[in-house]
């Protein structure tokens, strides 16, 4: 049975993108069907991260037009064969995304794949309530620090209220995901501790994903962290992360950068 | 010559709701009577000055039959404003209007209350307690939410999130974090008040009277605490 996955934040730059490549490639990992979609139309970032930007040809609009069909704009992953995107439109905005086409591409997604992601655009706009509105299951990405955190608050009451499910008087599984957490930022009070978040929030917990140089890394050579480097500290986090989105029960683990993790990382770079 | 154009006042209408008691007559109507004169030797007063309605839904009245229980209540000086629960086709000059769109409303018990007197010893149903006006909300009211409930108390079991609002007529209850606004008393009720489990607020205000999160003392934020109208200052004080 085919999931609708929504992976959002209502604030730009708290890693929805990396998260969604990160959590789509580690779902693939094992054979399993993943399509991520973009839904940030006019501003795409998704193909970038996932390395495809030169194998672009047909995009989300154009199927919704009729352009093109699904299949021509799907694009497989070159790293793994389970895995594909579905790009955004550059060249438009959101005013091109239609109810009625985003349902229909979904629709149709469902038959084929296990996994449909879909990277919803920052703000609570057009392409971020369309991105949501079909949704079976949402990830709020959110970073430790009181902006971001009160944005999530707005988007888990959207989920809550705009989207099929909640409309038919059902539920939006909600999963929080927090990012470029700094445990030794948060010791020192320049971020928002764990359990304040999850206090403000009230959301069950998916992943803590530690603040880390090897997720720029992977964006900036075009591939989601979980296969660029799967053995660092984010990866795993994320390999865990979709572990329990696949209904496995993981243990959580506050990331501490404690002076042996550190040592231990430098020592798998010199290997 | 002065001027023949009179300035005419403009006619204005403005809705207006006024609480009154309902009194429903049960069947037979002459057992009624007895008992509510055996209540009303209890406490002489109790009809004095109140609106009071007739609900006649128990009972099937003829236009004449209605018209002698009205003049019988008046010689106990019970004065009927209106009725309620008959046919508009019964209605005919000289009785009360008919009145419709009545709801229960929960009001303090005015003095020499006659609740406290014995049932009478006939099996009667008790009659129809209102419903009290109340909203409870389990989920958290997330940012961005407006809550409004101008008819009574708001109950929210979860957090009220920073840039939510909460605007009840009655009281507000938090058993959360208060982040976001609270405004109670919203319709003009000047006690109402607002209780937290954790005051965290952007905004407080009881019936148009607020403070900010600025004026809230530094000492009472994070703690539970009550807010209430004293005069036109708001008063926050912290409960344990």
């Known amino acids: 049975m085919a999931k609708v996955l929504v992976v959002t934040s209502g604030k730009g730059g708290v890693g929805k993108t990396t998260s969604t490549a990160a959590l789509g490639a580690a779902l693939a990992h094992d054979g399993t069907k993943v399509v991520v979609i973009d839904f940030d139309v006019g501003l795409r970032n998704l193909d970038l991260v996932m390395g495809a930007e030169r194998r672009v040809v047909f995009d989300l609009i154009n199927v919704i037009n009729g352009v093109a069909k699904l299949s021509q704009a799907l694009i497989r992953d070159k790293r793994l064969e389970s895995l594909h995107l579905l790009p955004a439109s550059q060249t438009r905005d959101k005013d091109a995304l239609t109810e009625d086409g985003v349902a229909k591409v979904i629709d149709e997604l469902r038959t084929k794949f296990d996994w449909i992601i879909c990277d919803s655009p920052a703000g609570i706009e057009r392409g971020a309530t369309l991105a949501m509105r079909y949704a079976d299951a949402a990830i709020i990405v959110t970073n430790p620090e009181v902006s971001s955190v009160r944005d999530s608050d707005r988007i888990i009451g959207l989920l809550d209220s705009k989207t099929v499910r909640a409309e038919r008087g059902e539920r939006v599984d909600k999963h929080l995901l927090i990012t470029r957490y700094s445990s030794s930022r948060a010791a020192r009070g320049e971020m928002l501790s764990i359990d304040d ?7 069950p917990l998916l992943g803590i994903i530690p603040e880390s140089q090897e997720v720029l890394c ?6 989601p962290v979980t296969l660029n480097n799967p053995l660092s500290a984010p990866a795993r986090a994320y390999f865990d992360a979709a572990r329990r989105l696949k209904g496995e029960q993981v243990s959580m683990l506050v990331p501490s950068e404690t002076r042996g993790i550190f040592n231990r990382l430098f020592a798998r770079k010199a290997a | 010559m002065s001027s023949l154009v009179r300035q005419r006042h403009s006619l204005m209408f403005r809705p207006r709701s006024y609480m009154a008691f309902a009194i429903a007559p049960q069947p037979p109507i002459v057992g009624w009577l007895s008992d509510l004169d055996a209540s009303l030797e209890r406490s002489e007063a109790f009809f004095a000055g109140q609106h009071v309605a007739l609900d006649l839904s128990a009972v099937n009245l003829s236009p004449t039959a209605i018209g002698q229980l009205v003049a019988n209540l008046e010689e106990r000086n019970i004065r009927v404003l209106g009725i309620e629960g008959v046919d508009p086709a019964k209605w005919q000059a000289g009785l009360p209007p ?11 018990e005015p003095p020499g209350s006659i609740a406290a007197a014995p049932a009478p010893a006939s099996g009667r149903p008790p009659s129809q307690s209102p419903q009290p006006a109340s909203l409870m909300i389990e989920d958290p009211v997330r940012s961005g939410q407006s809550v409004i409930f101008t008819e009574g108390d708001v109950t929210v079991l979860g957090s009220v999130g920073s840039g939510a609002e909460i605007v009840a007529g009655g009281s507000i209850h938090v058993y959360g974090t208060l982040r976001g606004r609270a405004l109670a008393g919203a319709t003009g009720n000047a006690r109402a008040r607002i209780f937290c489990h954790r005051v965290e607020a952007e905004l407080l205000a009881i019936n148009s009277y607020y403070r900010t999160a ?3 003392e530094e000492s009472l934020r994070c703690r ?7 005069g036109h200052t708001l008063q926050i004080s912290a409960m344990n």
């Open chain 1, 197 to 203: 978040v999850l206090e403000i929030l009230s959301t």
């Open chain 1, 218 to 223: 992977a964006s900036n050579v075009g591939s």
């Open chain 2, 98 to 108: 008919v009145l419709r769109g009545g709801r229960g409303t929960r009001a303090s």
């Open chain 2, 214 to 216: 600025d004026d809230i």
């Open chain 2, 224 to 230: 539970p605490a009550q807010a209430w109208l004293e």
